[in-house]
């Protein structure tokens, strides 16, 4: 008889920070499970547990140092890898009972930590990684990365020294993925890097493959729209070609969607920012993508409270805002980050005061939320079902619209929707909306 398998080791992931992460754990989970490894659910079934952790804020920080401290007493044997990483001695300092402590992106020292703390039993004859890849995200939307890295130098960020500079990877070899996702049932691709409009700069925008795709984040756009899937962009800045994607938008291949992030609209502050500073400018274009494409819905985010920051330049900031009506926006008391320049700019705003600004910020944006939305109520629109109760739960079902994505943005709720299910599309039609979200039912 043959000799029973022996039970693989049993990994455990916690992962914080933004969706430029998840996808670093994503990729560190495909590559302990092509080695043989388990993904435990929880600490008490995990053999060794891996923290993705996010150093960009202090407050982000602070989390990341819970998280670790929960694992260590939850489990016990924990790796440390990402952003904060790069500070191992501070962590060493705090928890020196940690395995080992990485940096971000470096995947192969996670994996050689977790095989050194929980060697792998041989598993031969066995298929254990999924054509697509292994998700931390639901079967019907993932998130495709397509750069590492960031040469821009904002004055309040640390991101191209945790990252590096920009790093572009092959427009065929993102491709390749993006069919491979959307073949194993993915609906809605999230392109994400840490500055999607650069895509390509490095690599001189030079063809690759048999088809010779150009790297450039228009030419990738179009071929993504090809998939069948929804295609959203993430992290874009305003640069001169931003305008052919919104021609795509209005061909329908991409998703009439963009997340840019403003930060300001003062144009002393954005200077002080290291910003484009010509927020007229940026008025103008807006208008423009508006005409091309009535839908555009565009989501930013920004800084309340930065150095320096009179009441006068807020109130400045509010009115742009109330000018551009801007569909979603997320908004950050400033806070100093080690190691960013703009700890050295004269005239610190108080916490109380940041604080303020920031709660006034995001009423003044739930205001035009609730405007904008409300302009939908009587439409018909195609929305993407997450989550579904089911018949005997009352039938109503959570999805998204075009203008929203996962976790940041706003929801539709559906009512009478007994055979929805997560991933499917549904044509519905919007009977109400509050300040984030709308409220309908299938056609």
Known sequence: MA??????????????????????????????????????????????????????????????????????????????????????????????????????????AVVGAVRAAAPQPPQPFVDLVPEAG????????????????????????????????????????????????????????????????????????????ASGLRAHITDLARELGKLGAWVRLHYVYPYAHVDALVELMAEGLILPYLDIPFQHAHPRV????????????????????RRLVPDLAIRSTFIAGFPGETEAEFEHLLAWLEEAQLDRVGCFAYEPVAGADANALADPVPAEVRAAR???????????????????????????????????????????????????DGRVLLRDAPNAKPGDLLRVRIEDADAFDLYGVPC
């Not at 390749?176 to 999230?190: D, I, P, Q, S």
């Not at 954005?270 to 993508?289: G, S």
């Not at 205001?367 to 939305?373: C, E, K, Q």
């Open 3 to 108: 000799a029973a398998l022996a039970r693989p080791k049993r990994v455990g992931m916690v992962s914080l920070g933004c969706p430029k992460a998840l996808v670093d754990s994503e990729r560190i989970l495909n590559r302990l499970r092509a080695d043989g490894y388990a993904i435990a659910p929880d600490y008490a079934g995990a053999d060794v547990v891996v923290v993705n952790t996010c150093g960009f804020l202090d407050s982000a920080r602070a989390e990341s140092l819970e998280a670790i401290g929960e694992a260590l007493a939850e489990n016990g044997r924990v790796v440390v890898t990402g952003c904060m990483g790069a500070e191992a001695e501070a962590i060493r300092a705090r928890f020196p009972e940690v395995l080992a402590i990485t940096g971000p992106q470096q995947y192969e």
């Open 134 to 209: 292994l998700k931390l995200t639901p079967r019907h939307y993932s998130y495709l990365k397509i750069a590492e890295g960031c040469n821009h130098r904002c004055s309040f960020c640390i991101i191209p020294t945790l990252r590096g500079k920009l790093d572009s990877r092959r427009p065929d070899a993102i491709l390749r993925e993006a069919e491979k996702l959307v073949a194993a049932g993915t609906r809605e691709l999230l392109v994400i890097s840490q500055d999607t409009s650069a895509y390509g700069r490095d690599l001189r925008h030079a063809r690759f493959g």
């Open 270 to 289: 954005l200077k002080a920012m290291r910003r484009p500073a010509d927020e007229a400018r940026v008025l103008d274009r807006i208008a423009a993508w």
């Open 358 to 408: 920031r709660d006034r910020l995001m009423a003044r944006a739930a205001a035009i939320s609730a405007r904008r939305l409300e302009a939908k109520v009587g439409r018909e629109i195609d929305v993407l079902v997450d989550a579904a109760d089911g018949p005997e739960q009352g039938g109503g079902a959570t999805a998204r619209s075009p203008w929203d994505a996962p976790e940041i």
